[in-house]
């Protein structure tokens, strides 16, 4: 019996994946699957990063989601609206463009006219951006309410992971597990060990105003920002709100919502805060990681052939 702790994208994507390969994993998840890490109705997709590998395994994802739209059955998961990254230079951009062309991943150079273009409603002031094409928000409500059609959740606290698989639940139930999975993100490192990580709150909030179908998602010094599907709503999520910033950068839009979310800090992400780090111990695996979402057909792919194995895929470590 193969025990996944945590429904968010990461322990519901292994679980899928794992299913695929004919396995019945069990997901316990305490609360709502996909209620915690993983709330809200999208995230942002890009190709673009600050490291080659991130690059190349973003490259790997878009595949994966595309496979899930057609295998899933729940429509549109990953839009066309594009992303771009924008700052007060080229200069400042330069990492990133060195990372999308050892990749092999298209991009083109925007200024701040083109940038405005694609995001009507931004009074941007930024001089340049790289638009990566294949970029795109999410529908993750969406995919994960599918992938949570698709697997064996059960309600149930996990209080302790032992290394031989041991899991015991708040209520004094014990499972034994012939490999466990932890992906309980906040509580992933009271599961399983130190993971040297830290966790802090984060708040997103949802605009209206203009319409923002259609619109790129965007990752500025300021913050970041994305179209809800096609709510007609934009999202932007900052590390402190500022919402003095947020009315000088939209001034035609007005706050209607907010998802609450934590931020990740840990040494081993890259300076745009994206990574995940990966341990075993015995029978069980524990992963955890910031920004995780776009690769979450990949991240499931990856698990479920460490839960299958007694070696992690190189591209998970």
Not at 184 to 197: K, S
């Amino acid at each position: 019996m193969i025990v996944v702790v945590g429904a968010g994208v990461c322990g519901l994507a292994a679980a899928y994946e794992l299913s695929r390969r004919g396995e019945h994993p069990t997901v316990f998840e305490r609360g709502e699957p996909f209620a915690e890490q993983s709330a809200g109705l999208a995230r942002i997709f890009r190709i673009a990063h600050r490291r080659p590998a991130l690059c190349k395994l973003a490259l790997q994802a878009r595949v994966g989601w595309q496979r899930w739209e057609a295998e899933l059955g729940a429509g549109r998961l990953l839009g066309s609206e594009g992303f771009i990254a924008a700052g007060p230079s080229e200069d400042t951009l330069a990492a990133t463009k060195a990372a999308m062309k050892e990749a092999g991943a298209a991009f083109s150079w925007l200024d701040r006219t083109e940038i405005a273009a694609r995001i009507p409603f931004v009074a941007a002031p930024w001089e340049a951006g790289i638009l990566d094409p294949l970029g795109g928000s999410l529908r993750i409500r969406r995919a994960l309410g599918a992938l949570a059609r698709r697997v064996d959740i059960r309600r149930g606290d996990v209080v302790s992971v032992a290394d031989d698989g041991l899991v015991t639940l708040a209520d004094g139930a014990v499972v034994r597990g012939g490999r466990v999975l932890i992906c309980a993100g906040v509580q992933t490192p009271a599961l399983f060990g130190p993971l040297g990580i830290e966790f802090a709150p984060h708040t997103r909030f949802t605009y209206e105003g203009a319409d923002a179908t259609g619109a790129a998602c965007l990752s500025v010094p300021e913050g970041y920002g994305l179209p809800l599907g096609s709510t007609g709503r934009w999202a932007f999520g900052q590390e402190v709100a500022d919402p003095t910033t947020v009315r000088a950068l939209f001034p035609s839009l007005s706050p209607v919502g907010q998802v609450e979310c934590v931020t990740v800090r840990a040494r081993w992400l890259d300076s745009g805060g994206d990574g995940w780090t990966v341990a075993r111990r015995g029978r069980v695996v524990a992963f955890v990681g910031s920004n995780l979402m776009k690769f979450g057909p990949l991240l499931g792919d990856l698990l479920a052939q460490a839960m299958l194995s007694d070696e992690l895929p190189s591209d998970l470590t």
